[in-house]
Each structure stands twice: as C-alpha cells, then as structure tokens.
C-alpha cells in the first residue's frame, strides 16, 4: 500500500477496515522500511526464460471491506526452473486489488 501512495495513517486505517485490528502509524512506518528493500528486489528480480513446470495455486481469504466480509483469492504462480528449483514467480488476484498491492510479472 505504501508503494501505491498510501500514507501511514491511510495504511493504519485500511487494515482496521479490512481485518478489524488497529495499528499504529509508527508501526507501519517501521514494517514499511524494514520490508520495501526486500520487496522491490524480488520485484526487479530478472525471470529465466523458461520455466519447464508452472503450478497456479488459489489462496482463499475472508477480508472485510467497508463493512462487508468477502471471501477473495490470492493466486500464486510457482514456476520450476530448469535446475528443478522452485520460484515464486508472482502472487495476483482479488485479496491483491483490496490490499493496493500489484506485482509486475
């Protein structure tokens, strides 16, 4: 969320609405700038060419948004490469689109 532009205090206030659990903006900000690092270099990281194998796996999610509990789907793409080691090669789907979160790949 804070990648898209959300502020601390926007960030603080989404997760009460969606989970129903305050938290501080301090808190926020200091998860913010212990993960943004880690998290642009797995974004920017480059993809092999070929995956040999690709597994799509759908993670269900109960989130309120607004009020209204919705159950949504994360999907996680895996792919093996051709040294039959496993990447995650990108995570899409609804839960991505509430949270303001988006993948390049």
Known sequence: MY???????QISET??????????????SDITNKS?????EW?????DEVYPTIFIYAIHYSVRDNGVIKKLAA???LGINVEGKKE??????????VLNIGFPY
């Open 3 to 9: 990648a898209k532009g959300m502020a601390s205090r």
């Open 15 to 28: 997760i009460e609405d969606i989970y129903g659990f305050e938290t501080s903006e301090g808190f926020i």
């Open 36 to 40: 943004l690092p880690q998290i642009e």
């Open 43 to 47: 974004q920017n990281r480059p993809l």
């Open 75 to 77: 999907y996680v793409i």
């Open 88 to 97: 995650v090669l990108t995570i899409q789907g609804e839960i991505m689109k």
